[in-house]
């Protein structure tokens, strides 16, 4: 009996043994499943957050977009608050009317960054030689390489035959203002022509279709492109209070880059460098020639009045915008780039003037809101 009961107990504790043994290796093999299923948690958590962040980083992106679009010159930081996280926004310039947007998105730990680099268009820009959202008098020969379109009324004096080598679309009446019809002035159209009528007297020869639809002309509107030129040309510490005289030979402006005149301009000289605007809020006087090298672009705008004012026979290489009038003088011979003005006079002369289309010069016009494009996306950064 003793020795039966000792086998019994010794068995028990083996089997106590082997409970104690059991149970502890399945607490560790539990304690070990919870780590990994707290890590995988974590790593799940932190996949879904940085998947957030990077949505919500595009978000912001879009966001800024959005506003740049009706205002180029916004430039606010955030942060903002999108859903369950937040974006932060960096601007950087660089120049040529293009900006580099980067959006940072945060979603719990998890950061995320998206960029995007925009260029303001232009969609004034086009492919005419001439545009003037007004009335336009001619009182000279005048041939335009390029479309030609006019909003309001085309009047010619005599002897201010027009010459277009391309379509000429008028919103207005082309007007013949002589008294006797061997005076009449003869408009030649290469292209099609629109217009809505004919008052007294002009000969017409054109080549192609005419219509009776006038043309569409994008509006813009002047202060707010006043504003983005001033932050431009701030950006550039070129911001000038005061008539200022320009003189282009031997400048060394950046590429890129915008002078804002807060007053008068004059402008002259040969310009060498890259990209270039200049803005007069009142008047700017080209009074000399200018000449453009063939890696130069050049614009020049006036908010009040543009007058190309040479005394010889001499060109300029520029695109020339006007807010308001243009004004180019009989000694002027060529304008190379193109015009866009509001309404355009010329001072009567004998010799012809040719305005001719140059798209390196209207590829350099300044953006203006309602015309952002995006050119580059890139992806990834953060945490």
Known sequence: MGGKLMVDQRQRGAALVAVLLATAILLLLGTGLAALANDDLRITRLSY?????????????????TYLTENPAWRQTGPFALGAGSFTLAYTDLGGGRLRVTSTGQ????????????????????????????DVNIARKVEVVGEMLVGGTLALTKSSDLEVEGDLRVGGDIIGLVERDKDAPVVEVKGDLYHSGLVGRVRLEVDGNTYPDPPVLPEYDPAETAAYLEHE??????????????????????????????????????WNGGWLTIFATDTLTVNGKVECSDSARLVLIAQTSLRVDLKSNNDVDAYLWSFGSLWISKQTKEVKGGVLAE??????????????????????LPGLPGSLVTENWYEGGGN
Do not use: H
């Not at 940085?50 to 800024?64: K, M, S, T, V």
């Not at 060394?252 to 008068?264: L, N």
């Open 107 to 134: 979603a719990g730990r998890a950061q995320q960054r998206v960029t995007a680099e925009f260029r303001f268009g232009n969609p004034l820009a086009g492919t005419s030689a001439f545009r003037a959202l007004g």
């Open 233 to 270: 040309a701030r950006s550039w510490n070129q911001y000038y209070q005061g008539n200022q005289e320009i003189l282009l030979t031997d400048a060394a402006y950046p590429d890129g880059s915008v002078i804002f005149v807060a007053g008068s301009a004059t402008v002259r000289g040969e």
């Open 49 to 65: 957050e940085r998947a957030l962040a990077f949505n919500i980083a595009e978000g912001g992106i879009d966001y800024a977009r």
């Open 343 to 364: 309404s355009m006079d010329n001072e009567p002369g004998n010799k012809p003037l040719s305005i001719v289309f140059d798209p390196r010069f209207a590829d350099g």
